[in-house]
């Protein structure tokens, strides 16, 4: 049993957000756990570059290039990876981006345009897997949530709002398809140090905020997430369903 309980062989995973950061780091960590992993990214040639990476490193990847705020796209895309592997075993929900302004000076754009790159593109995914995990009886779907799913802090209000509900969704998800074989959880990475995050990192006071108010005393490295994706996907989590992971540190349980 030992290494089999996190082995994701044989498995397909589609990951968004996988160019860079959090997202192509989770995706490593799936490959080297032995998933075929399929990248997405709004931009192919970057998402190309992944791939060869993986394979100089005999990882198994493909590519999946679209904008999670295209409905369309979402649903032609797992269409197009049921096509080309046959299945779709894993989704990971990653796909974000960040807008901090003090509340009055947010416009209704900048607030859509939160709303749909984190929390509708889950939906609509989430509706496309499932449309092909319920028939099969099995599945892993993984939101990837925030610290901000269950706290906040000023002028992230697009990025609270969304994360706070695709921690609802990952509930409502796990309630109507567990019964189906289909496990939904999310995680909650804290502060790692990531391009999204580099004006804070680069923010001297935030900075050692951070490294003072999370009890492991520092910022984490991407590659930290991986481990929390490979067991949410892989026999190791079979009955975890309807949870939120923290990977922060300790900061969301302390003072
Ligand atoms: C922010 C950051 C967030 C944090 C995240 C921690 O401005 O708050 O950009 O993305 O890293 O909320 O979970």
Redo the contacts with the bound molecule.
């Keep these: 049993m030992g290494q089999d309980l996190f082995s994701l062989a044989g498995q397909v995973a589609l990951v968004t957000g996988a160019s860079k950061g959090l997202g192509l780091a989770m995706a490593e960590a799936m490959a080297e756990a032995g998933a075929a992993v399929v990248l997405n990214g709004r931009t192919a040639a970057t998402l190309d570059a992944r791939v060869k990476d993986f394979a100089a490193r005999g990882l198994k990847a493909s590519t999946a290039p679209f904008d999670v705020t295209d409905a369309d796209a979402c649903r032609k895309a797992v269409v197009d990876v049921i096509a080309r592997h046959g299945k779709l075993d894993i989704l990971v929900c990653n796909a974000g981006n960040?807008h901090?302004k003090p509340l009055i000076e947010w416009d209704l754009d900048a607030w859509h345009n939160l709303m749909n790159t984190h929390l509708t593109s889950a939906f609509v995914l989430g509706q496309a897997a499932a449309r092909h995990m319920i028939p099969r009886g099995t599945g892993r779907i993984i939101m990837i949530g925030?610290?901000?799913s269950l706290l906040a802090?000023p002028t992230?209000h697009g990025?609270t709002a969304a994360k706070s509900g695709l921690w609802g969704l990952t509930r409502s998800m796990a309630a109507e398809l567990g019964p189906k074989g289909i496990n939904v959880n999310a995680i909650?990475?804290?502060?790692?140090v990531t391009d999204?995050?580099t004006a804070?990192v680069e923010n001297p006071e935030f900075k050692s905020w951070i490294e003072k108010r999370v009890p492991l005393g520092r910022w984490a490295d991407p590659r930290e997430l991986g481990g929390a994706a490979v067991f949410l996907a892989s026999k190791a989590g079979s009955y975890v369903n309807g949870h939120l992971l923290s990977v922060?540190g300790g900061i969301v349980t302390s003072l």
Aim: hydrophobic share 45%.
């Design positions: 960040q901090r925030s610290v901000m802090r992230v990025y909650a990475p804290g502060f790692f999204m995050n804070l922060d």
